[in-house]
């Protein structure tokens, strides 16, 4: 599949140590999307993380709940609410991008999370869809018009931010092997792609966009 770039962001998910392999919220063999991406990192002109980046006190962490474990589900803000094990703490080590990943050509960084009293898996918006990142506008007003989606973890900030991606009009490419799903539950991460696939996000691997 030829594919062109013109018009397109790299769109670079959450790609922290927080989630990677001996972080708070590890992602099995999440460290492998780096190398990728920084391969892709290349053939694209325009580039734009996002980065979880929660205050200590976060309504999502369990241990902000007495009594509460990780993956136990309450009510937030009137939405259901997984809860977590504390992570990407604005500061910490663990927020930070690995430290391999080539920063150099990034246009902006979009952080997300930062309200206490409510999640934000989308690069995009909360997740009442209420707070706005101004990820759709820097894209709109650059001319964006394909989103290039990539990063951790491919059944919650990945797909997310890719339902969210193919809604606000952009034509949406998950980069197949450049993410990996964190799969609570053993489907999570099939049952992600299904959703996105259904919902009109396109798969492409990364080899189809180096040659
Ligand atoms: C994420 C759970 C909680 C993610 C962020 O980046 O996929 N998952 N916060
Ligand atoms: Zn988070």
């Given at each position: 599949?030829?594919?062109?770039?013109?018009?397109?962001?790299?769109l670079?998910?959450?790609v922290?140590n927080?989630?990677?392999?001996g972080?708070?919220?590890?992602?099995n063999?999440g460290?492998?999307?780096?190398?990728?991406?920084?391969?892709?990192?290349e053939?694209?002109d325009?580039?734009?993380a996002?980065?979880?980046?929660?205050?200590?006190d976060?309504g999502s962490?369990?241990?902000?709940?007495?009594?509460?474990?990780?993956?136990?589900?309450?009510?937030?803000d009137?939405?259901t609410?997984?809860?977590w094990p504390v992570h990407?703490?604005?500061?910490s080590?663990?927020a930070?991008f690995?430290?391999?990943?080539?920063?150099?050509?990034?246009?902006?960084i979009?952080?997300k999370?930062?309200?206490?009293?409510?999640?934000?898996y989308?690069?995009f918006?909360d997740?009442?869809?209420k707070?706005?990142?101004?990820l759709?506008?820097f894209?709109q007003?650059?001319?964006?018009?394909n989103?290039?989606?990539t990063?951790l973890?491919?059944d919650?900030?990945?797909?997310f931010t890719a339902?969210?991606s193919?809604s606000l009009?952009?034509h949406t490419?998950?980069i197949t092997d450049?993410?990996?799903?964190v799969?609570?539950?053993?489907?999570?991460?099939?049952?992600a792609l299904?959703?996105?696939?259904s919902?009109?996000?396109?798969f492409?691997e990364?080899t189809?966009?180096?040659?």
């Amino acid at each position: 599949m030829a594919v062109n770039l013109k018009n397109s962001v790299l769109l670079i998910v959450d790609v922290q140590n927080d989630f990677l392999p001996g972080g708070a919220l590890a992602v099995n063999r999440g460290d492998e999307v780096v190398p990728v991406i920084n391969t892709l990192q290349e053939k694209f002109d325009f580039i734009v993380a996002t980065q979880d980046f929660h205050p200590a006190d976060h309504g999502s962490f369990a241990a902000n709940h007495s009594g509460k474990n990780p993956g136990e589900l309450i009510e937030l803000d009137g939405l259901t609410q997984i809860l977590w094990p504390v992570h990407c703490v604005q500061g910490s080590e663990g927020a930070e991008f690995h430290e391999d990943l080539n920063p150099i050509k990034w246009k902006a960084i979009f952080q997300k999370g930062r309200n206490p009293a409510i999640d934000s898996y989308s690069g995009f918006f909360d997740n009442a869809r209420k707070g706005d990142t101004g990820l759709a506008d820097f894209l709109q007003n650059e001319g964006i018009m394909n989103v290039f989606v990539t990063g951790l973890a491919q059944d919650y900030c990945v797909k997310f931010t890719a339902l969210d991606s193919v809604s606000l009009g952009f034509h949406t490419y998950l980069i197949t092997d450049a993410t990996r799903a964190v799969n609570l539950n053993p489907k999570d991460g099939e049952a992600a792609l299904a959703e996105m696939q259904s919902a009109g996000v396109k798969f492409i691997e990364s080899t189809a966009i180096l040659d």
